[in-house]
């Protein structure tokens, strides 16, 4: 899209999201509006990612833009955590999960494939995300079994989820020494999304100016947003876990699902996957464990519990985007499976 | 065996079991005789279709060969669907899948094994297949979760189900298209068990002529067996449970049971995995999904949520299956495996 | 550490554990004393089974090797079984298998990893191994699925665990067969722990001598051990479950846990890989089967049934061990995962 284009739609929508939240304009008409501003706040971090990212270099820059591509959902979920929201934050949570590892890679996959019969990336990055997915699925699932099937007290609840949360964040933090650091060769050949030569159209002074007002940007739009779900939810008769898991999360994730669809269109599937499953699992090992040890500070520790079915979400997420990515190639058919369990998932979560 | 002894027991089973049904003869005599009657049949059928796949090519051929091969599954299902057996028509499935997996798959790769120390196969087709299973599983899993844990009415049960079963045929369609349009080339080295290089014995015309004469048979023979099903249950005491997954499931697939270990025999292991694997994909993927939409048809939707027993078998059945497949080589010990899980489930199934 | 030092502390910890019981002294004291004696005594076994390996073969100095390291294990069992102390016996089996799986193999693949970037083995052994670790916990849920959801009498309950036991110490025989026999070339360039290609101290004689001697010393010592478990639980405030998964399983394992670890020291991960493996598969495919079947000679048949979150425990742990050993190599953030995991697991059981 045209710069000047984009940066005009996206004052207007901010500004537009900002006179609808202080006017108290119809909540619906709120929510759209965010809705839209959102996606080119989203949109606009990107860039700014971007950005800083070629100052940074390919690895940093794959990191940068993993992690403020969950900038957005990171700071929806930091409200509705303030609020004890605490169902909803999960299935946002959820949502998030299974809208990278089916949805985006799906997508991506599928629309790749139908333009090259087969992609090809880095088996290595492939096995090892694999085995961080099964770390990923451990960290949710355990805790959950022991505290239902042995009925935790609510101290031990607490603790239990505290001491998780810490282990799988260390085990986060190792994972980005282990492949920025001390083996960064062994996974150096999957094309950074940042990495595109051209030269960037912001110095290295304002791109981190822009990441800066980007994120504070994408802080206000998801107040005035997290603002209108009560209402939005009961005029179209949504379930509060629906829009938890379904309309949130791909809202809040639309600037990324287009980053991988247009890499995996132009042949750089690695990158795709690397956005989609890093995504991902950044979510269940950094963003998820932060989010309970910030409801600590709160004064109201969330758990790790997550209900039977969001945990089977989770877990057939995980299964089948770890069958389809573990041989390092992809193609048409196998983002139209991905894409068919998303199906499957919705309408179930949407039955409920 | 001899073309001429085979056609004679043929059309005396045939004969025998059509008097046994409208003379009402003893029930127990009745069933011995329609279960080797259909034995005959199946081959019957067997043979036509490797007649007509002689004349449609290698991947058709394949195909016909699942297909067709399922028939008498598929026929016996729809009969017990019209009564309403519901719990019959899960566990013949159940049993359909798991005792492709384990038993057939399991005794090829046993007696080739024990023939050739190493068996090898076509690598790519083993990785879709894992996936496959994997899909089928959670087109299985998934809505039983959702339908018990949050308890769905049950209209929204039969919405779930049509839902998945409608996702599930479009998924094996597009299999279809995938493995035999667009990919075809990089799933082709498996030597299809159509062709055998030697002229058939039936021209084109008698061959399809022959293929539907064998339909036809089966249908009957279907009938007839299912109507003896209840007095030989009560007779033997075995359980509803143990006939649809064990009887049923092997009477029904014994000449695709025959034709896969004497292919792997003839170290042709890959055609033997295609016929054992890809027949209780089909079945998941198909079969189950068209009887339900058939029930629906009948006024009377089956809902697709299996026992957590079944659920636990085809499970652990796709998950032996998957390890010992995905390799692309096969050895005696695995064959081994494959059975002794077969052994347990049976055991298992028989005291419930 | 130097031979005559070893054998002083071997002779000094047996000897103030043998008075130490029969003086009947402070049961933390003999716990003590008991848990430093056993852990002098699994070494002695270790060094017998080493030597008594030189003059065996490869082969069968790797199987001797795992034999005999689960001797300790299988002894403190058998007394366990014979007290009709069901519950420990189940945790301690339980936590010798995540104990080998997480602890053993992560620390070996950690220390390893440390020294050399990426550690390579047998690639073959590594997907036979995942296939057997799909079986063994296939034989250990199955029948507990089936025995809680359709509520199984005693009877059938012990039925099942019986028939399950016997198939997996099939399983396990043919195994042998398998692994020894028919396919060794394929596996054989795993290099066992046996043969440092140094002569070993003791002639052929004396190392049979010492392995009966060192048995019967870990016989005396486990016994003495068991008897001040309850005295140590109730002091420290931990549950016979923790007792059982935790302290018994690394004590128990102790001289097994610094064997990996040197070999993973040496580069010889491929053998650390087999030890800590191979030794959960015998635990869960042998020890455990053999241990029901004693029960029934005891004349109180325990039966096959763990609790969920044991069975959890052991799903994960061959889970995530599967992924890390599944193509060949090793580095150390695989090792920190194995750890990790282990570490929920601990702090999990410990809130039981």
């Given at each position: 899209m045209n710069q000047k284009l984009f940066f005009s739609g996206l004052i207007l929508m901010f500004a537009l999201s900002a006179i609808g939240h202080y006017a108290h304009w119809d909540m619906i008409v709120q929510f759209v509006i965010s809705a839209i501003a959102i996606i080119f706040v989203a949109g606009f971090l990107g860039k700014a990612t971007e950005s800083v990212a070629h100052y940074a270099g390919q690895r940093l820059g794959g990191f940068l833009n993993a992690t403020f591509g969950n900038a957005a959902e990171l700071i929806i979920a930091i409200f509705l955590v303030k609020e004890g929201l605490f169902d909803m934050v999960k299935a946002s949570l959820t949502g998030a999960i299974i809208g990278n590892l089916l949805l985006v890679l799906g997508l991506s996959i599928l629309l790749g494939g139908l333009k090259y019969k087969e992609q090809r990336f880095n088996n290595r990055l492939a096995e090892h995300n694999a085995t961080l997915m099964v770390m990923a699925v451990i960290g949710l699932f355990v805790p959950a079994v022991f505290i239902v099937s042995e009925k935790f007290t609510f101290d031990k609840d607490q603790f239990l989820s505290l001491a998780v949360a810490g282990i799988l964040i260390i085990s986060y933090v190792l994972w980005l020494v282990f492949s920025?650091?001390?083996?960064k060769d062994m996974l150096a050949?999957?094309?950074?999304?940042?990495?595109?030569?051209e030269e960037p159209a912001w110095s290295k002074r304002n791109s981190i100016l822009f990441l800066v007002l980007a994120t504070v940007m994408v802080a206000f739009v998801s107040e005035w947003l997290v603002h209108t779900l009560d209402t939005f939810a009961e005029r179209f008769g949504l379930s509060e876990l629906f829009i938890g898991a379904f309309v949130i999360a791909i809202v809040g994730n639309a600037a990324e699902h287009s980053a991988a669809v247009v890499l995996a269109m132009k042949n750089k599937i690695g990158a795709a996957v690397e956005i989609a499953i890093g995504s991902s699992l950044q979510i269940a090992l950094f963003v998820a464990p932060v989010l309970i040890i910030i409801s600590t500070l709160f004064g109201n520790t969330m758990d790790i519990v997550f209900t039977p079915i969001e945990l089977t979400a989770i877990g057939v997420s995980v299964f089948i985007a770890k069958s389809v990515s573990r041989d390092g190639n992809t193609n048409w058919y196998e983002g139209v499976l991905l894409l068919m369990v998303y199906v499957i998932l919705g309408i179930a979560f949407y039955l409920v």
């Open positions: 920025m650091v001390t083996h050949d999957v094309e950074m999304a940042a990495d595109h030569g």
